[in-house]
């Protein structure tokens, strides 16, 4: 069976792609040579549908490759097609895709995760696979966790945006979801690095992050933040998290208790930042100049709205509603920009822990993957408060990395590593070393 009919039959299983690309071959020899490649569908692919899990944009065709995708094909990385995603990004559990709803490969009748649901998915089932993907609110630690993957969430403007249908521009970070830590790491090393078309990328040199690769954790100062383990963290999950932290401390690192004391205020203040960027950057999709259509008639508030109603999903909904209410006149200082005003706070708490310390772990994510009659009867404020774990480190725009820690009802448990900015090395080593050591990486068997 040659790849892409493994593809095709993985994805009637799993339903992780919502364009599988069948002419797809290699340009040239690289770095990523033997690998295949999948690419969330929020990015631009030349000649490739790309949806954003929205049928607003069931027919657009892109022109063109995101920075991103440009790189991955100048190291002759194999792109089989592109993964399914909550709408613009908008979930935690992919469970708002217009296409499709990728299942665990793990158990079937539960959630990889979102939004990049269909990236952790296919990476927990294809070997030597690496999953461009993308995390707003922790999008990429979010399905890696779920689906017993690795997922690389860099430092904000280390990978450039450029091609990347926005959900919220200063918090959208394209990223890297693999099979192991050193897959991951070269991912990463690839698809980083400044671009003259994106004016928030960073102008660093980017290092070879498979270089970070080692075992010995000796001087590493590790902080666990307590209100990462407060209530609302499954026992189960705290269990894996806490024999993690011995097999860290076993490899020579040193560990702490720190505190975030304002992280109790993080995910009010991503939702309202979040929210409200989304409803600026979804505004153009009115059926004149960009995404679906309707027969023009009435005026312009009239036809807008209709397109907007048939084509939006009902989370999309939600989010432009609140997200324009944050904005409008007399609303925006009350919430807008009291919630930047909290995003500077949170970084100021993380600049003062990492004075102590190299990186901070905690549990990736407060439980196992949910399944999908459990995320049926959630209420949208349950649903976000999912993200309680990875809103603040996304905020603050420092890296993290996801990496499996263990089993509970056999379920992958993710353990979260999370950097000062530009940190991506810290995290990797640490990572890896634990990765080594713990030997928990195994794909799932469907």
Same mark, same amino acid.
């Given at each position: 069976?040659?790849?892409?009919?493994? /593809?095709?039959?993985?994805?009637?299983?799993?339903?992780?792609?919502?364009?599988?690309?069948?002419?797809?071959?290699?340009?040239?020899?690289?770095?990523?040579?033997?690998?295949? /490649?999948?690419?969330?569908?929020?990015?631009?692919?030349?000649?490739?549908?790309?949806?954003?899990?929205?049928?607003?944009?069931?027919?657009?065709?892109?022109?063109?490759? &995101?920075?991103?995708?440009?790189?991955?094909?100048?190291?002759?990385?194999?792109?089989?097609?592109?993964?399914?995603?909550?709408?613009?990004?908008?979930?935690?559990?992919?469970?708002?895709?217009?296409?499709?709803?990728?299942?665990?490969?793990?158990?079937?009748?539960?959630?990889?995760?979102?939004?990049?649901?269909?990236?952790?998915?296919?990476?927990?089932?294809?070997?030597?696979?690496?999953?461009?993907?993308?995390?707003?609110?922790?999008?990429?630690?979010?399905?890696?966790?779920?689906?017993?993957?690795?997922?690389?969430?860099?430092?904000?403007?280390?990978?450039?945006?450029?091609?990347?249908?926005?959900?919220?521009?200063?918090?959208?970070?394209?990223?890297?979801?693999?099979?192991?830590?050193?897959?991951?790491?070269?991912?990463?090393?690839?698809?980083?690095?400044?671009?003259?078309?994106?004016?928030?990328?960073?102008?660093?040199?980017?290092?070879?992050?498979?270089?970070?690769?080692?075992?010995?954790?000796?001087?590493?100062?590790?902080?666990?933040?307590?209100?990462?383990?407060?209530?609302?963290?499954?026992?189960?999950?705290?269990?894996?998290?806490?024999?993690? /932290?011995?097999?860290?401390?076993?490899?020579?690192?040193?560990?702490?208790? /720190?505190?975030?004391?304002?992280?109790?205020?993080?995910?009010?203040?991503?939702?309202?930042?979040?929210?409200?960027?989304?409803?600026?950057?979804?505004?153009?999709?009115?059926?004149?100049?960009?995404?679906?259509?309707?027969?023009?008639?009435?005026? *312009?508030?009239?036809?807008?709205?209709?397109?907007?109603?048939?084509?939006?999903?009902?989370?999309?909904?939600?989010?432009?509603?609140?997200?324009? *209410?944050?904005?409008?006149?007399?609303?925006?200082?009350?919430?807008?920009?009291?919630?930047?005003?909290?995003?500077?706070?949170?970084?100021?708490?993380?600049?003062?822990?990492?004075?102590?310390?190299?990186?901070?772990?905690?549990?990736?994510?407060?439980?196992?993957?949910?399944?999908?009659?459990?995320?049926?009867?959630?209420?949208?404020?349950? =649903?976000?408060?999912?993200?309680?774990?990875?809103?603040?480190?996304?905020?603050?725009?420092?890296?993290?990395?996801?990496?499996?820690?263990?089993?509970?009802?056999?379920?992958?448990?993710?353990?979260?590593?999370?950097?000062?900015?530009?940190?991506?090395?810290?995290?990797?080593?640490? &990572?890896?070393?634990?990765?080594?050591?713990?030997?928990? =990486?195994?794909?799932?068997?469907?």
């Amino acid at each position: 069976m040659n790849i892409i009919n493994k /593809v095709k039959d993985l994805d009637r299983k799993l339903d992780c792609f919502i364009t599988v690309d069948e002419k797809s071959k290699p340009l040239c020899e690289g770095k990523l040579s033997g690998y295949t /490649v999948s690419v969330k569908d929020c990015f631009c692919t030349n000649g490739l549908r790309t949806t954003a899990g929205s049928k607003i944009l069931e027919n657009y065709i892109p022109l063109f490759d &995101a920075t991103v995708v440009e790189k991955v094909k100048n190291e002759g990385g194999l792109i089989i097609g592109k993964t399914a995603m909550d709408e613009f990004g908008f979930g935690t559990f992919s469970a708002n895709c217009a296409y499709k709803i990728p299942k665990n490969p793990w158990d079937l009748n539960r959630s990889c995760g979102g939004s990049s649901g269909g990236a952790g998915c296919i990476s927990a089932v294809l070997e030597k696979h690496i999953a461009v993907a993308e995390s707003t609110g922790g999008s990429i630690s979010a399905p890696a966790s779920f689906t017993g993957t690795v997922g690389i969430t860099p430092t904000y403007g280390r990978c450039s945006r450029w091609g990347l249908l926005a959900y919220a521009n200063s918090l959208d970070k394209p990223g890297i979801i693999a099979g192991n830590v050193k897959d991951a790491a070269l991912g990463l090393s690839i698809i980083a690095g400044y671009d003259e078309k994106d004016s928030t990328s960073i102008n660093e040199k980017v290092p070879d992050y498979t270089k970070s690769c080692r075992t010995n954790l000796k001087g590493i100062k590790i902080g666990i933040p307590k209100e990462y383990l407060s209530e609302g963290i499954d026992e189960k999950v705290k269990s894996h998290f806490y024999k993690a /932290v011995e097999t860290l401390e076993s490899l020579g690192a040193k560990t702490e208790k /720190v505190s975030l004391p304002m992280t109790k205020y993080a995910l009010s203040s991503y939702y309202i930042i979040a929210v409200s960027e989304a409803s600026t950057n979804l505004a153009k999709y009115c059926g004149i100049r960009y995404g679906a259509t309707l027969p023009l008639k009435g005026n *312009f508030d009239e036809f807008a709205s209709k397109v907007r109603t048939k084509y939006f999903g009902e989370e999309a909904k939600r989010r432009i509603m609140l997200g324009t *209410f944050t904005r409008m006149s007399g609303y925006r200082d009350a919430y807008y920009l009291k919630a930047m005003k909290i995003r500077q706070m949170i970084i100021d708490d993380f600049k003062k822990a990492f004075k102590k310390v190299d990186v901070l772990a905690s549990p990736t994510m407060p439980v196992i993957a949910p399944r999908f009659d459990e995320i049926s009867k959630l209420t949208p404020l349950q =649903n976000w408060a999912m993200d309680i774990l990875t809103v603040a480190p996304n905020l603050a725009g420092i890296p993290m990395i996801s990496v499996p820690c263990g089993f509970a009802d056999n379920m992958p448990v993710g353990l979260h590593i999370i950097g000062n900015h530009l940190d991506e090395s810290k995290l990797i080593h640490t &990572a890896y070393a634990y990765e080594q050591k713990a030997n928990l =990486n195994r794909g799932a068997e469907i």
